[in-house]
């Protein structure tokens, strides 16, 4: 069966810190991967998504940046972080020709002082 | 484009009764239809599907919902609440064509009262 992880589960991270959270995912190959950031427990905003390894697409224009070194790792960086940036962040992967629903990860909690 | 509206931003429903969530959307062609719950501090588990068939789905923790295509609807019920059923849900959509994308409706917080 599949599994997701993430790293950490938590995060306290001072203004203008570096930032590198951490998404793999077993069980499946050639997975769809998805960053997703959630504020004060709602919305769900699509950060970026992967259908392939070196393939991002980014949604929304900011100062986070996705990469995708492997085939079942995404990786969430930033160079230095703002205080907007603190939330819930969540990874998720899909099968690319399949159920299309996407599962997801536990989730990072990032709390940038 | 593409939208999904989840109109009640809470739900309250005596345990034991009935229970509905509403959603609808908007989506250009046929959609492929999901229902997520959240627990605190948890990601998003992943509930039912409408992809193509039956109009009425059934999922996980005994729910199901029922999709409706002349109202553009699919709403999440559940014959008898439990207590355990307080959670946040989210209704998504996405289009029946290619590798589309989710959009996620902002989330209705179900509380289940003893």
């Known amino acids: 069966s599949q599994t997701i992880h993430q790293w950490p589960a938590t995060l306290v991270q001072p203004v203008g810190s570096p930032l590198s959270l951490e998404c793999t995912v077993e069980g499946t190959s050639n997975p769809n991967l998805y960053w997703y950031r959630q504020a004060a427990g709602r919305g769900l905003q699509l950060l970026f998504y992967s259908v392939g390894i070196g393939q991002i697409s980014s949604e929304v224009p900011q100062n986070l940046s996705a990469s995708r070194p492997q085939d079942r790792q995404f990786i969430l960086s930033s160079k230095k972080l703002l205080l907007s940036d603190s939330g819930f962040y969540l990874c998720a992967w899909s099968e690319v020709r399949s159920s299309y629903e996407q599962y997801f990860g536990p989730g990072t909690r990032l709390t940038v002082t | 484009a593409q939208s999904v509206a989840q109109p009640e931003d809470q739900v309250n429903v005596a345990e034991g009764n009935p229970l509905t969530v509403k959603c609808t959307y908007s989506?250009?062609?046929?959609?492929?239809l999901f229902w997520y719950v959240q627990y605190p501090n948890r990601g998003l588990q992943f509930l039912l599907k409408y992809i193509t068939g039956d109009n009425l789905v059934k999922g996980s923790y005994g729910f199901e919902a029922e999709f409706n295509k002349s109202q553009t609807s699919f709403h999440l019920k559940k014959p008898s609440a439990l207590v355990s059923d307080s959670a946040l849900y989210f209704c998504a959509v996405r289009r029946n064509f290619g590798n589309e994308k989710l959009t996620f409706g902002t989330g209705t917080r179900l509380t289940i009262i003893p």
């Open positions: 989506v250009s062609g046929n959609p492929y």
